[in-house]
């Protein structure tokens, strides 16, 4: 019984862990330790618009972000909750924003990437403060996210197919700028590195807080967020998921794919990430191609980790400019 048992909850948690972000009730939520403070005009400012992907088919959202004069200001604070580190970012913008000498011929393209269970506003702040610095920037649900379709997500088996056939989209309405670059955070930043392995158009990879194990980070998070749950069950939803998903085991870890395809990023880890904490980012660095780079920011989290600009924006803008 017990062995049935196991069998049948690991099927449960794989398929759990298979279904789109956005197919989950409210409820399910967990609470995050970050908060996000801006206006909702910041997003819908920017008309949404739609790409056919797939197989498996589904719709990718997306926004474009021109660059622009949009005055972002960024303030922030943090405090312990029960021993839990909480931050609040709050962003003031103006937009439309003013023209600046990008508006014309930015300086090239970027898309972001956002996390698991997370949308296109996570990633809003940095196409501003790109923006102002010249660059396109391409803010997209990714699939089984925000207003993007399909049923369940893959890990990369399809996201980075989904994301080139949106490239060709943006070719041709005139709306990709060479050089091309993908910056990601968490489960972005990982489909980030992924994409590099087998676009060649994408030319720059930023990746904050990437996993190096899937398991790993599954396993982490249950401990931050759901330390109620037999890790067991988890375990065993993990093993039974290549299955769910059709794929060999191995292909869910970002270090698979850059062992078989190593590329050039700058990688990005919080020194108090418990999901991603800086030994697995580390990992993944001893796999990178020459002229990689790993930057530690001292007090960020997993969560938090995005968010701050004081300490990345210097090095993300320094990466792109060189065009690695």
């Not at 087998?198 to 396993?219: G, T």
């Not at 700058?266 to 990430?273: F, H, M």
Request: aromatic share 8%; hydrophobic share 45%; charged share 20%.
């Amino acid at each position: 019984m017990l062995a049935v048992g196991a069998t049948g909850c690991g099927s449960m948690t794989a398929h759990l862990l298979a279904r789109a972000p956005n197919r989950y009730p409210d409820w399910f939520d967990a609470e995050a330790p970050v908060t996000l403070a801006f206006s909702p005009k910041l997003l819908t400012n920017f008309t949404a618009q739609a790409v056919a992907v797939g197989p498996p088919a589904a719709q990718l959202s997306y926004r474009v972000v021109e660059p622009a004069d949009y005055a972002l200001k960024i303030t922030s604070t943090n405090w312990l909750d029960h021993g839990r580190k909480e931050f609040q970012f709050d962003f003031r913008a103006t937009v439309p924003g003013r023209s600046n000498a990008w508006t014309a011929a930015p300086r090239g393209t970027v898309i972001l990437l956002h996390g698991y269970g997370l949308a296109q506003f996570s990633m809003m702040p940095w196409a501003l403060r790109l923006g102002e610095a010249g660059w396109r920037c391409v803010l997209v649900d990714l699939r089984g996210h925000g207003r993007s379709t399909g049923k369940q997500i893959y890990y990369g088996k399809y996201e980075t197919r989904d994301l080139s056939q949106l490239l060709d989209a943006l070719s041709r309405d005139g709306q990709l700028q060479a050089p091309v670059a993908a910056l990601g955070e968490s489960y972005g930043a990982a489909l980030a590195l992924r994409w590099k392995a087998v676009d060649p158009r994408i030319q720059s990879a930023v990746a904050l807080a990437p996993y190096a194990s899937l398991s790993n980070a599954v396993l982490n998070i249950r401990h931050d967020y759901a330390p109620w749950m037999p890790a067991w069950i988890v375990r065993s939803g993990l093993i039974r998921l290549p299955q769910v998903l059709d794929l060999p085991p191995a292909e869910l870890d970002t270090t698979t794919v850059l062992r078989r395809q190593p590329v050039r990023a700058l990688l990005v880890a919080g020194a108090d990430d418990q999901i991603a904490p800086v030994p697995e980012v580390e990992k993944l660095q001893t796999l990178m191609l020459p002229g990689s780079r790993l930057q530690v920011v001292p007090k960020a989290t997993h969560e938090s980790l995005t968010y701050f600009f004081p300490d990345l924006l210097g090095p993300v803008l320094t990466w792109l400019d060189r065009g690695n």
